[in-house]
């Protein structure tokens, strides 16, 4: 089946420690993106990727660390610097067609939670 | 002022009830529009997808787009307590990055 798949769903990391959340998509889209939500907030955008080793900080962007290596693969490294890490990411992909992007299609999710 | 502004309920209604979710937006630039349902602890699933104003049907879900009023509605007829999730709007313009709601919590009591 085609999809999304984070891991891990579940997270517990200490103060401190850089932490990678892993994304991978057999949809063969071209855009990844990484959303962090936090209750009341909605999902604010870290980072999103168009092509192969490129990719643009969305609005959190700060304490975070993304690569692209693989059209397939987009993790998401929780840095010590992010102050408050504690929260559920989402990962999603959609393709890129006449420069606009399609609908977003998301993984089941992370939930990091620092101790 | 948030550019997407949703009531995050939650909102409790009877099976068979007819339910209207609703966002307002200030960006006159937004023309997709799009409602996503979120089960607990499950990433998001899109429902709807609509460009610029006007309705779409699928279903017992109808999606109003008023871009006068910048002002988005979401109809489920005859809800289910399967219908029970937390319902996000979303938005873009053209090749601009989806801004998204803060989502609304339904509950559907049997």
């Known amino acids: 089946d085609g999809g999304i798949t984070q891991s891990p769903k579940y997270l517990f990391r200490k103060e401190g420690q850089n932490v990678t959340l892993s994304c991978e998509q057999n949809l063969n889209h071209d855009a990844m993106y990484w959303y962090r939500q936090d209750p009341g907030q909605g999902l604010r955008l870290i980072y999103y990727s168009q092509i192969v080793n490129d990719f643009q900080k969305g609005d959190i962007a700060e304490g975070y660390s993304v690569s692209r290596e693989k059209k397939e693969s987009f993790p998401l490294t929780v840095t010590s610097a992010q102050k408050n890490p504690t929260a559920f990411y989402l990962c999603a992909s959609s393709i890129i067609l006449q420069g606009n992007t399609g609908e977003l299609f998301f993984g089941e999710g992370s939930r990091l939670t620092v101790l | 002022q948030k550019e997407v502004e949703q009531d995050p309920g939650p909102l409790s209604v009877p099976e068979g009830a007819i339910v209207s979710l609703n966002c307002t937006y200030s960006?006159?630039?937004?023309?997709?529009f799009m409602w996503y349902r979120q089960y607990s602890r499950k990433g998001p699933e899109l429902l709807m997808y609509t460009y610029s104003s006007g309705n779409k049907e699928d279903g017992r879900f109808t999606a109003q787009v008023d871009k006068s009023s910048k002002y988005i509605s979401l109809f489920i007829r005859d809800s289910q307590p399967s219908d029970s999730a937390t319902y996000l709007c979303a938005m873009r313009g053209g090749y601009q990055k989806v801004t998204f709601g803060t989502g609304t919590k339904l509950q559907v009591i049997p």
């Open positions: 960006n006159s630039a937004f023309q997709y």
